[in-house]
Nanobody, 114 residues
């Protein structure tokens, strides 16, 4: 199983970024996908998940600002992040929760300057 994230980087407060995660080695269309993040010295936390039938779930801290979506034809999950603030600075990890196991990407750094 491979989960390859992209799209991280440095952005000014109030700006936007879109993360992508390309998955292989899983039956993507039946897999729940998610994004998590971990800031230095903190535990990894849920950002958003999307089920195989498109139901979404968000952390309260990102509701109304972030949108998770998936393209089953491309085996890719996205995280559109708007109105970013410095508290969103973290390493963002893609997650696949499938019938064969729970898998993680290598992470992509998102840094928001004030």
């Amino acid at each position: 199983v491979q989960l390859v994230e992209s799209g991280g980087g440095l952005v000014q407060g109030g700006g936007s970024l879109r993360l992508s995660c390309a998955a292989s080695g899983i039956i993507f269309r039946i897999t729940r996908m998610g994004w998590y993040r971990q800031a230095p010295g903190k535990q990894r936390e849920l950002v958003a998940t999307i089920s195989s039938d498109g139901r979404t779930n968000y952390a309260d801290s990102v509701k109304g600002r972030f949108t998770i979506s998936r393209d089953n034809a491309k085996n890719t999950v996205y995280l559109q992040m708007n109105s970013l603030n410095p508290e969103d600075t973290s390493v963002y990890y893609c997650n696949a929760f499938s019938i064969t196991g729970n898998y993680w990407g290598q992470g992509t750094q998102v840094t928001v300057s004030s």
